[in-house]
């Protein structure tokens, strides 16, 4: 069976066609968010289709996901995100106990039953501080590039420490490290480790192996080695880890 997975996601909507016959990934896609996000997932997921010469009269269930779920129109069923990026981890990696997602607005610490089904979770949804946004409003203060932000981070000597619990005020505070001499290379560590710092704290001591990242933070480079140093667990970065949750 063909079937569509939607995740109408803060910051980007992601589309997978899913082959169950070859247990395969046949299309994917994935666009910025906007305004109309129906629209906008509509017609990515009909661009995605039209790669694999089909329609959605092709397609099985199209199930959507995400902040916008609701907003689909196209969707014959809506499931939370939680339950999705569980689903997508535990099928790419069955032994998995520990989720970490951080998308561009929120940030999530799932963990697994032995089953492959949710124990609990927490989650960062009120401020950006903790999430790929700050890492966005970083990298446009110092006038570089997200790609950029992890090698400018490994070349980092002393690593700033960055305090501020709201991304507002931890920018006002860069503008301070950069006037008082700080490096781009030690601000950006610093944020990396503020970011990771925040999300182990709301783990507490609770995290199980194996841990594997998701979300679109994962794709930066650096983020891995910093969360291995504040988690002290070994984690590994899903394949695709943008279209987990699709």
């Known amino acids: 069976m063909i079937t569509a997975g939607i995740d109408a996601g803060s910051r980007a909507i992601k589309v997978v066609i899913y082959d169950g016959k070859d247990d395969c990934i046949a299309a994917s ?11 906008l997932a509509n017609a990515l997921l009909d661009d995605v289709l039209a ?11 199209i199930v959507a996901t995400g902040y916008g779920r609701d907003s689909i129109e196209s969707a014959t069923e809506t ?9 997508g981890v535990q099928h790419l990696y069955p032994d998995t106990r520990t989720i970490i997602e951080i ?34 409003v970083v990298a446009d203060r110092l006038s570089v590039d997200l790609s950029e932000l992890g090698e400018l981070a490994a070349q980092a000597d002393a690593p700033s420490a960055i305090s501020s619990m709201c991304v507002v005020f ?11 001499g700080a490096t781009q290379s030690n601000i950006i560590a610093g944020v990396q480790s503020s970011i990771v710092s925040r999300l182990a ?3 507490g ?15 930066i480079p650096g983020m891995r080695e910093a969360m ?19």
């Open 29 to 39: 896609g994935i666009a910025d968010q906007g305004v109309n996000q129906h629209e």
């Open 51 to 61: 790669k694999l010469g089909m329609s959605k009269k092709d397609v099985g269930p």
């Open 79 to 87: 499931v939370t995100e939680i339950t999705c990026h569980a689903r």
């Open 103 to 136: 998308g561009g607005q929120d940030s999530k610490l799932i963990r697994l039953r032995p089953d492959g089904g949710v124990r609990d979770f927490v989650m960062n949804d009120r401020c950006a501080a903790g999430t790929g946004r700050f890492l966005e």
């Open 170 to 180: 931890a920018e006002t505070e860069i503008i301070g490290l950069l006037a008082g």
């Open 201 to 203: 704290s709301m783990a």
């Open 205 to 219: 001591r609770s995290v199980n192996e194996p841990v594997v990242f998701t979300g679109g933070v994962a794709l």
């Open 228 to 246: 291995e140093v504040s988690l002290k667990h070994p984690v590994t970065v899903a394949a695709n880890p943008q279209l987990t949750g699709a």
